[in-house]
């Protein structure tokens, strides 16, 4: 999924298209491990950690600054538009069959 512009995250960074960062599925956002915090969180120990996404061949590393409210699947990631253009047009839309992994 493309993200929508500029804003400030979840993780309380200001977050722009131009940068290779994503959101990362509410439900991941709001269980990982040793979060104790209220939404919005900033302190959350998943926010600056990098993921290394791929899809058909195509590779792109980002790191976590924010909360997908929208995202359905525990580990659906939003991706800000220079991001996503690394995988595929923007055209796509989204993406399915992407695999990740923390990096």
């Known amino acids: 999924?493309?993200?929508?512009?500029?804003?400030?995250?979840?993780?309380?960074?200001?977050?722009?298209?131009?940068?290779?960062?994503?959101?990362?599925?509410?439900?991941?956002?709001?269980?990982?491990?040793?979060?104790?915090?209220?939404k919005p969180c900033n302190s959350n120990p998943i926010c600056g950690r990098n993921l290394r996404l791929t899809y058909q061949g195509k590779s792109v590393t980002v790191m976590v600054v924010d909360r997908c409210a929208d995202c359905e699947g525990m580990y659906n990631v939003d991706l800000t538009s220079t991001a996503f253009q690394q995988l595929a047009p923007l055209s796509v839309g989204r993406l399915y069959g992407v695999q990740w992994d923390w990096v």
């Open 1 to 38: 999924q493309v993200g929508d512009g500029r804003g400030i995250g979840s993780c309380g960074t200001v977050v722009n298209d131009s940068d290779y960062s994503a959101a990362v599925a509410h439900a991941l956002f709001d269980t990982y491990p040793f979060s104790r915090c209220a």
